[in-house]
């Protein structure tokens, strides 16, 4: 479904085919940048758009607003016979993008438009249309929007902190274990997302000392004496949250016959992961 717009004798002026999406960082936002590209027909007179704004929202079953927005050429736009692209710039907070990607879930992303403004021509005297309203619904393909989600700075969200390697060659494996499993996430691979995190733990192997701290941790939480179980000391505690986390890896290595790990599942553990391994 394409946006059609017509002149004030009712002939079709313009098509919007299609849609493209990218991105700009924003200072504690991310700016979605949608690009209408028009397929213009040849005029009587010299025509304008005016008073131009879209609304976009989440298209499909969701169907939730996202944003308005006005041209980045301002106003008026003139239009010219053949290929013209028209953009808008859409400021997200970064919850708002977040609930985008829990819709989207990993696949594809369906965007609906509504476009709003009057056709000018400038004949003798000049005619005016409007207000005109045209909803367009588009498919933005899962590459183009990753490519649009990079751009934004999304994935540079996950601030967690943790000491790499001394040995750069290690150093180097663990960064990009973390980038693939980032990848895994965004295209909706969440089992794989997870076994990236298993590897990264892996790639970190428990000093002496720390197995010690587990062995002794675990013979407290065994104990049946509740006073035994609450007398485990920090240390002793963190031992056990990062073999916790090593455990809630375990069925993307094997098999499985339920469902897999959502979303959801697999971000906590990516972000549980490591935020464990920030301990040292």
């Known amino acids: 479904m394409a946006i059609q717009i017509n002149d004030p004798s009712g002939c079709t002026l313009t098509d919007v085919r299609q849609i493209k999406v990218s991105g700009l960082p924003g200072a504690g936002s991310h700016t979605l940048a949608i690009i209408l590209e028009l397929t213009n027909n040849q005029t009587k007179s010299e025509t304008f758009l005016r008073n131009v704004a879209v609304r976009l929202e989440l298209g499909g079953n969701e169907q939730r607003m996202i944003g308005f927005a006005i041209p980045e050429q301002g106003q008026s736009i003139r239009i010219i016979p053949g290929h013209q692209v028209v953009g808008f710039r859409f400021v997200l907070a970064p919850g708002q993008l977040e609930a985008i990607e829990t819709i989207r879930s990993g696949g594809d992303l369906k965007l609906k438009l509504w476009f709003t403004g009057e056709v000018v021509e400038m004949s003798t005297p000049p005619r005016t249309t409007g207000p005109i309203t045209a909803l367009g619904e588009y498919l933005v393909r899962q590459q183009e929007w990753i490519g649009a989600l990079e751009r934004m700075g999304y994935r540079k969200t996950l601030l967690f902190e943790f000491p790499l390697p001394d040995d750069e060659e290690a150093s180097e494996r663990a960064t990009h274990i973390i980038k693939e499993a980032q990848n895994h996430l965004l295209r909706g691979q969440y089992d794989e997302c997870v076994g990236k995190c298993r590897n990264l733990i892996e790639a970190y192997p428990p000093s002496n000392e720390h ?50 790990y959502s979303r959801d599942q697999a971000k906590a553990v990516l972000g549980a992961a490591v935020a464990v391994l920030s301990l040292g």
């Open 211 to 260: 197995q010690s701290l587990l062995q002794e941790a675990r013979r407290k939480q065994q104990n049946r004496e509740q006073k035994v179980r609450e007398s485990m000391e920090i240390p002793e505690r963190l031992a056990i949250l990062r073999d916790a986390v090593r455990n809630a890896t375990h069925l993307a290595h094997h098999y499985n016959p339920g469902s897999g």
